[in-house]
């Protein structure tokens, strides 16, 4: 039988501390459900409101490429340093140990490979085949200004609203087609497009001039996209540069598993993110640690 109270005074109810109605970190993010905001806490990290994702889906349209022939190898030892992996549900399955308990953001687009029209992908997750796989995120590509736009951001519209349902979020990755000018004022519209169509995380890439106004325009966190493989003290600047402006992290892919030393560039993009160290600092550390292997 519950207990009677007869005696207000033996209880300790702080009538002089107002309930905590705890506030979110994220921007953009504070009208989001509790599970919306839970997953995006285990892709985020609370205490430094930034993350270091791995991406590791190029396979999904470009085959085996550079650094990606054998994932079991080369990969699955990089992720205790991420905050969050990028893949398909593929090699998730087949190759990540079920125990690691990184969140998952899952590749949910496909369609067309390196030999075809790119933005001329549809969905290729069933949103409760993302649940059964316990993911964090899900996410896909937008084309602004490719031949399939409409389609591309239907998609991320309708992924949105599969998302919202069991509340998980979605990043939106804006593709740039072959031949698409990367500046800020391409990004800032794709970027905001994205955010005002529903998306909760965007990611896009860096650009050297104005990124700081992509920023502020997109009410949603961006992360920052690596591109191709540079050489570490230029990955290092360009992920300094991004966080400096205000990305709320990196979602880098050749950058790492690319590098010859590929835990020391996890640990010292880390170091770049969490702990805000420089560019020289960054890179003075990861030669300090590349010797471990
Ligand atoms: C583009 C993606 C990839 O995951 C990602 O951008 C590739 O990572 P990187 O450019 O750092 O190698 O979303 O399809």
Redesign the pocket.
């Known amino acids: 039988m519950a207990e009677y109270d007869k005696d207000k005074q033996a209880k300790e109810y702080y009538l002089d501390t107002p309930i905590n109605t705890y506030g979110f970190f994220l921007k953009g993010a504070h009208s989001l459900d509790w599970g919306m905001k839970n997953r995006l806490s285990r892709i985020f990290r609370p205490d430094t409101g930034k993350t270091v994702m791995l ?4 396979g ?2 470009q085959g085996p490429t550079t650094g990606l022939e054998r994932p079991d190898v080369n990969i699955v030892p990089l992720m205790p340093y991420a905050d969050a992996i ?1 893949l398909t549900r593929g090699i998730l399955r087949t190759t990540v140990p079920p125990s690691l308990t990184k969140a998952v953001v899952m ?1 949910c687009s496909g369609g067309p490979s390196i030999l075809k029209e790119l933005s001329d992908e549809e969905l290729a997750v069933d949103i409760e085949d993302a649940i059964r796989m316990n993911v964090a995120a899900i ?1 896909l ?1 937008i084309f602004i200004g490719g031949e399939y736009e409409t389609r591309s951001i239907h998609n991320m519209t309708r992924l949105v609203d599969m998302g919202l349902r069991y509340g998980i979020p979605t990043m939106a ?1 804006t ?1 740039v087609g072959k031949d698409m000018v990367r500046d800020a004022k391409y990004f800032r519209l794709a970027c905001r497009m994205a955010a005002e169509l529903g998306a909760q995380i965007v ?1 896009t890439y860096y650009v050297p001039e104005d990124f700081d106004t992509i920023i502020a325009s997109c009410p949603v966190p961006i992360v920052m ?5 540079l050489p570490e003290f230029e990955a290092l600047t360009m992920s300094w540069n991004a966080i400096n402006e205000g990305a709320s992290g990196v ?6 598993f690319q590098s010859d030393y590929p835990v020391a560039m996890m640990k010292a993009v880390n170091k770049v993110v969490h702990e805000h160290l420089d560019p020289q600092q960054a890179f003075d550390y990861f030669n300090s640690i590349k010797a471990e292997g």
């Open positions: 991406a590791i889906d190029h999904y349209f990028m590749r996410t590509q990755v593709a990611k996209a690596g591109g191709k493989k979602d880098m892919g050749r950058n790492i």
